[in-house]
C-alpha cells in the first residue's frame, strides 16, 4: 500500500514544485492570450468592445477575489483536494463555453466557473509549497513563479496555432482538457507528515445564548479571519497601498487585453501579433527572478515600497511609447521594455505588503487586498472597452492605462515619504522588530481530508499574481 503522508524537504518536495509550477502556467498564464480571441468573438457574438470586455474582466477579477473561498476549501478538504476541484471547474467552464451562444453563457462558463475553478487550484498550490518546504522555502516560492513566465509564453503561441485550425468554440474544447491536467498535479500533492506541536490545552467554549447571536458570531469571526478591514482602518500603509495598487489596476491589465487586437488593427500579422505576448512571457522567466533577487538584498530591505512605486511609474511611461506608434518593431521594443516593470511589478507586489502588515495578520490583509484589487480588474477592461467603443481609437486605452499608472505611482511613493516623515525611524525599526517576531510565531492547524490527525502547519497563504 502507498504511503498516504510525505516528509518536508523530502525528495517528493521537488516533484510537488514541478506540480506547482505546471499548475502555475497553466492558471496564470491562460488569461494572457484572451486577447487573440478578442476579435473572433466580437464578431461572432456582434458585440461591442465593451460587452467583448466583460469576458476576461469576470476571468481575471474571479481568479483574484476568490482566494478567501478557496483559504476555506483548503482548511476543510486540504489543497490536494481543492487543486484537483478546481482543475475539474476550470475544464467544465471552458467545455460549456465553447457551446455558448450568447455573451451572457460565456459570462458564467469561460468567465466565471474556469475563474474560480483557476484560483482554486492556482492558490492551493502556492499554499502547499509552504507545507513541503521549509528550509528552502524561498527558493522553491522563486522557481514556482517561473511557471507563470511560462504560461505567459506559451499560451498565446498555442491559442493562435489551434484558433487557425478550430475556431475559437474548438480552441477552448481543447483548452477544457488541457485544464484537466491541473487535476494529475494536485493528485500529486499528497499531504505532508510533520512534527507535531505541542497540544494546547484550551477551556470548553461556551455555548452561545441564541443561535442567532452565535450565527453573526461566527460570521464575524470568519470576515476578520479572511478580511482584515481592521488593519484598513489602523494602519496607514496598508490603507496607501491597498488604493494605490486598486487605482494602478484599473490600468494595469490592459496591454494584456488589447495590445493584440490593437496590433491586428494597424496592419500587423496575426502570427506577430500573438508573439507580442510570448516575448512578454519570455523575458518575464528570466527578468521576474532576477527582480525578485535584487529586491531581497538588505540594501533594498526599507526600500522597496519605493522601488515598487517606480515600477509602477515606469510601466505607465512604457504605455506612452506603444500609443505612439503601432509598428511591429516599436511594439517589440515596448514589450521588452514593458517586461522589465512588469517582472519588478510581479515580485515585490507581495513582499511590500509582507513589509507592511504584521505576519500573522498577512493572510486576511492579503484576502481583502486581493477582493479589492479584483473589483478593480472587474472594472477595468469594460471601462477600457467603452472608451474604445466612443472613441474608435485604441491609442486612448493606452493612455488610460498610463494614466492609472502613473497617477498611481506619484500617489503611493509621495504618500510613502509624507508617512515615513511623520512616524520617524524610531518608529519604524520598532514596527520591523514586530513584524520580524510574528513572523516566527505564526503556524495553523490544518485538517486535510486525507489525514485523520491534525496537523501543524505554517500559515496558510492565499496569494495571487500579476
Known amino acids: 500500500m502507498p504511503r498516504a503522508l510525505e516528509h518536508a524537504d523530502g525528495s517528493w518536495a521537488w516533484v510537488v514544485l514541478l506540480a506547482t509550477l505546471v499548475t502555475q502556467g497553466l492558471t496564470l498564464g491562460f488569461p494572457t492570450c484572451i486577447g487573440i480571441f478578442f476579435m ?8 461591442s468592445n465593451s460587452e467583448t470586455s466583460w469576458f476576461p474582466s469576470i476571468l481575471l477579477a474571479v481568479l483574484h477575489t476568490g482566494g478567501p473561498l478557496c483559504s476555506v476549501l483548503v482548511e476543510h478538504f486540504g489543497c490536494r483536494v481543492t487543486v484537483m476541484l478546481g482543475g475539474v471547474l476550470a475544464s467544465l467552464g471552458m467545455v460549456a ?23 482554486f487550484s492556482f492558490q492551493s498550490s502556492i499554499s502547499v509549497l509552504g507545507f513541503y518546504f521549509v528550509r528552502r522555502r524561498a527558493l522553491a516560492n522563486a522557481l514556482a ?29 481543447i483548452f477544457g482538457g488541457v485544464f484537466l491536467h491541473c487535476c494529475v498535479c494536485g493528485a500529486i500533492m499528497r499531504p505532508v507528515a510533520t512534527n507535531m506541536a505541542s497540544d494546547t490545552k484550551e477551556g470548553p467554549l461556551l455555548p452561545p445564548k441564541t443561535p442567532a447571536r452565535g450565527c453573526l458570531a461566527a460570521c464575524g469571526h470568519t470576515i476578520q479571519r479572511h478580511l482584515a478591514f481592521d488593519v484598513l482602518r489602523h494602519n496607514s500603509g496598508y490603507c496607501v497601498y ?58 533594498f530591505a526599507s526600500h522597496r515600497k519605493y522601488l515598487f512605486s517606480l515600477a509602477v511609474l515606469l510601466n505607465g511611461l512604457t504605455n506612452l511609447v506603444c500609443a505612439a506608434s503601432a509598428s511591429f518593431p516599436v511594439l517589440v521594443g ?32 492579503l484576502g481583502l487586498f486581493s477582493v479589492l484589487d479584483g473589483t478593480s480588474v472587474l472594472i ?19 493612455y488610460m492605462s498610463s494614466f492609472f499608472l502613473i497617477s498611481a505611482a506619484l500617489f503611493m511613493g509621495g504618500s510613502f515619504y509624507a508617512l515615513q516623515r511623520k512616524n520617524g525611524p524610531g518608529r519604524q525599526a520598532k514596527a520591523g522588530g514586530a513584524i520580524a517576531e510574528a513572523t516566527s510565531e505564526c503556524s495553523l ?21 500579476v
Open 40 to 47: 473572433e468573438l466580437q464578431h461572432d457574438f456582434q458585440a
Open 97 to 119: 463555453g465553447s457551446f455558448s451562444r450568447t455573451l451572457g453563457q460565456l459570462y458564467l462558463t469561460a468567465g466565471f466557473i474556469t475563474g474560480l475553478g483557476m484560483c
Open 145 to 173: 513563479s517561473a511557471g507563470v513566465s511560462l504560461g505567459i509564453t506559451l499560451w498565446p503561441l498555442l491559442s493562435h496555432y489551434l484558433l487557425e485550425d478550430l475556431g475559437w468554440r474548438g480552441t477552448f474544447l
Open 242 to 299: 491597498t488604493l494605490g495598487v486598486m487605482w494602478m489596476t484599473l490600468g494595469f491589465p490592459l496591454p494584456h487585453v488589447f495590445l493584440v487586437p490593437y496590433a491586428m488593427r494597424h496592419g500587423v500579422d496575426e502570427n506577430r501579433a500573438a508573439l507580442l505576448i510570448s516575448i512578454i512571457g519570455l523575458c518575464n522567466i528570466f527578468l521576474r527572478p532576477l527582480a525578485g533577487l535584487v529586491a531581497g538584498r538588505p540594501v
Open 334 to 365: 515596448y514589450c521588452l521594455v514593458y517586461s522589465v516593470s512588469m517582472s519588478v511589478i510581479g515580485a515585490l507586489i507581495f513582499q511590500v505588503l509582507m513589509d507592511i502588515v504584521p505576519m500573522e495578520r498577512f493572510p486576511s490583509a
Open 380 to 398: 477595468s477592461p469594460p471601462l477600457a472597452g467603452l472608451l474604445l467603443d466612443t472613441t474608435r481609437n485604441f491609442s486612448y486605452v493606452f
Open 445 to 465: 492547524t490544518l485538517e486535510g481530508k486525507d489525514s485523520s490527525k491534525k496537523q501543524q502547519y505554517p500559515e496558510i497563504m492565499y496569494v495571487t499574481s
